[in-house]
């Protein structure tokens, strides 16, 4: 059974840092790409970003440029997404999602992890 | 690329159809298009992708069409448990974009 489980989430002040994780379970993690997607409290989806097997290429959305950095550990099967400067809008449920095609980003998300909530609140 | 959906809210019975609509703001390459289900507190299911095919395990009453800009999702006989939010979404190039969501209500 194919599992992702984030972690990391809390509230913090604006312009702080904080580190979101997400181990995963029940298929070869190394062999995809992989990404977060988030969602602001009774809103839509946005994706923020992908990373490939490899970690050779990573993106991301233009709303986090330049603040936040996508990783991973293959060893550990873990996901993660390091968050500086943090601002109120991106006060949101992070989810972590596999990419359905394989280790190059194809930006199709066939599962999903179950969200932890990052809430950006003086 | 810009996905808007419609309507935002749709009212329906269980056993009726139903029909919710995506549209881009230009041609997804390659008909990269796909429709994900959200329910209360849980994450999204992908449904259709490729515009068309049905994800594993979807049953046969989900549907998907349409091409260039135009795309329709529809559910042939509703079930209780396909009341949720419906999001669109475009992979054909990042940014990856979802529409804003149709609500499929009782």
């Known amino acids: 059974e194919v599992q992702l489980v984030e972690s990391g989430g809390t509230v913090v002040q604006p312009g702080r840092s904080l580190r979101l994780s997400c181990v995963v379970s029940?298929?070869?993690?190394?062999?995809?790409?992989m990404h977060w997607v988030r969602q602001a409290p009774g809103k839509g989806l946005e994706w923020v970003s992908s990373i490939t097997w490899n970690s050779y290429s990573r993106r991301y959305a233009g709303s986090v440029e330049g603040r936040f950095t996508i990783s991973r550990d293959n060893a550990k099967n873990s996901l993660f997404l390091q968050m500086d400067s943090l601002r109120p809008e991106d006060t949101a449920f992070y989810y972590c999602?596999?990419?359905?095609?394989?280790?190059?980003?194809?930006?199709?998300?066939?599962?999903w992890g179950q969200g932890t909530l990052v809430s950006v609140s003086s | 690329i810009v996905l808007t959906q419609s309507p935002a809210t749709l009212s329906l019975s269980p056993g009726e159809r139903a029909t919710l609509s995506c549209r881009a703001s230009?041609?997804?390459?390659?008909?990269?298009l796909a429709w994900c289900q959200q329910k209360p507190g849980q994450a999204p299911r992908l449904l259709i992708y490729?515009?068309?095919r049905r994800a594993t395990g979807i049953p046969d009453r989900f549907s998907g069409s349409g091409s260039g800009t135009d795309f329709t999702l529809t559910i042939s006989r509703l079930e209780p448990e396909d009341f949720a939010v419906y999001y669109c979404q475009q992979y054909g190039g990042p940014p990856y974009t979802f529409g804003q969501g149709t609500k499929l209500e009782i």
């Open positions: 029940g298929f070869s993690f190394d062999d995809y790409a």
């Open positions: 230009q041609s997804v390459s390659s008909n990269y």
């Open positions: 490729g515009a068309s």
């Open positions: 999602a596999k990419d359905m095609r394989g280790g190059y980003d194809y930006g199709l998300f066939d599962f």
